[in-house]
Antibody, heavy 121, light 107 residues
Framework: QVQLLESGGGVVQPGRSLRLSCAVSGFIFRSYAMYWVRQAPGKGLEWVAVISEHGNDKYYANSVKGRFTISRDNSKNTMYLEISSLRAEDTAVYYC??????????????WGQGTLVTVSS | DIQMTQSPSSVSASVGDRVTITCRASQDIDRWLGWYQQKPGKAPNLLIYAASNLQSGVPSRFSGSGSGTDFSLTISSLQPEDFATYYCQQGYSVPLTFGQGTRLEIK
């Protein structure tokens, strides 16, 4: 069955960096665009970044552009999110999610369980 | 960016009730709208995509409608497991955006 498993979260000081991972199984990873979505404590959902099937195209939310880097390794069935210059407002549960693959539009049909990033001194 | 506005922000209802949640986009998004259910401590779960298509495995008491800027999610007969927070999401353009959420509570 389809599984997505995030890791790498934790407590980190402002200004520091962190790398999140999303390991997947149960589907052909290289055939899917993949996404990061985050949720601050008690708040709603915020799309963060997307990477195309082969990693050639990447897009970011304005709130993270220039600080976050999305990447993937199709040989390892794993996606990454490198987070730098962390701010208090980056504190959130970070989810990886798979694209449902409806032509011309985007919805998330499978999600990981999330990994919590807490930015605090 | 496309702004998504849900109403109401919260609603109280009883088991067996019919409930409708609405979502308005700040510009025309055709039919490119999805609905998600999220329970505390869990990841969201896709219910409806492309405004009215029921995702595999989702009970038929959930339905979606709308196009352009105005959309709705209806639960025809509330079950105990339906009490959760619901989010709409536009799939029309990047940046993808979500509504602020509607919390469905037990009356």
């Amino acid at each position: 069955q389809v599984q997505l498993l995030e890791s790498g979260g934790g407590v980190v000081q402002p200004g520091r960096s962190l790398r999140l991972s999303c390991a997947v199984s149960g589907f052909i990873f290289r055939s899917y665009a993949m996404y990061w979505v985050r949720q601050a404590p008690g708040k709603g959902l915020e799309w963060v970044a997307v990477i195309s099937e082969h990693g050639n195209d990447k897009y970011y939310a304005n709130s993270v552009k220039g600080r976050f880097t999305i990447s993937r390794d199709n040989s390892k069935n794993t996606m990454y999110l490198e987070i730098s210059s962390l701010r208090a407002e980056d504190t959130a549960v970070y989810y990886c999610a798979r694209d449902l693959r409806v032509t011309g539009t985007v919805y998330f049909d499978f999600w990981g369980q999330g990994t919590l990033v807490t930015v605090s001194s | 960016d496309i702004q998504m506005t849900q109403s109401p922000s919260s609603v109280s209802a009883s088991v067996g009730d019919r409930v409708t949640i609405t979502c308005r986009a700040s510009q025309d998004i055709d039919r490119w709208l999805g609905w998600y259910q999220q329970k505390p401590g869990k990841a969201p779960n896709l219910l409806i995509y492309a405004a009215s298509n029921l995702q595999s495995g989702v009970p038929s008491r959930f339905s979606g409608s709308g196009s352009g800027t105005d959309f709705s999610l209806t639960i025809s007969s509330l079950q105990p497991e339906d009490f959760a927070t619901y989010y709409c999401q536009q799939g029309y353009s990047v940046p993808l955006t979500f509504g602020q959420g509607t919390r469905l509570e037990i009356k």
